[in-house]
C-alpha cells in the first residue's frame, strides 16, 4: 500500500532528485571536457611555437615555459 507523503515530502523529493541528476550531468561533462581542453591547449602551444609567438604561460611565470620533454631529466 502507498502512503501519502504529503507536498513537503514530495517537493524534498523532488529537489533531491534533481540534485542527484544534475550532479551526474556535471560529472559526466568534466570527464568529457577536461581532455577537450587539454587537447585545446596542447594545438594552442603547438601553433604559438610554430608561428614563433610567445606562449602564453610565459606572461604567467615571468619565464619560457618548459615542455614535457625538456622536463624529462635524464638519472
Do not use: N
Not at 10 to 39: C, D, E, Q, T
Not at 48 to 65: K, L, W, Y
Request: hydrophobic share 50%; no cysteine.
Amino acid at each position: 500500500m502507498l502512503s501519502y507523503i504529503g507536498p513537503g515530502g514530495a517537493l524534498s523529493a523532488i529537489g533531491s532528485f534533481l540534485a542527484l541528476l544534475a550532479a551526474v550531468f556535471l560529472a559526466l561533462l568534466g570527464f568529457v571536457w577536461y581532455p577537450i581542453k587539454r587537447m585545446l591547449r596542447a594545438r594552442k602551444l603547438a601553433k604559438a611555437d610554430v608561428e614563433g609567438q610567445p606562449r602564453s604561460s610565459d606572461s604567467v611565470s615571468g619565464g619560457p615555459a618548459v615542455s614535457s620533454q625538456e622536463r624529462k631529466v635524464e638519472v
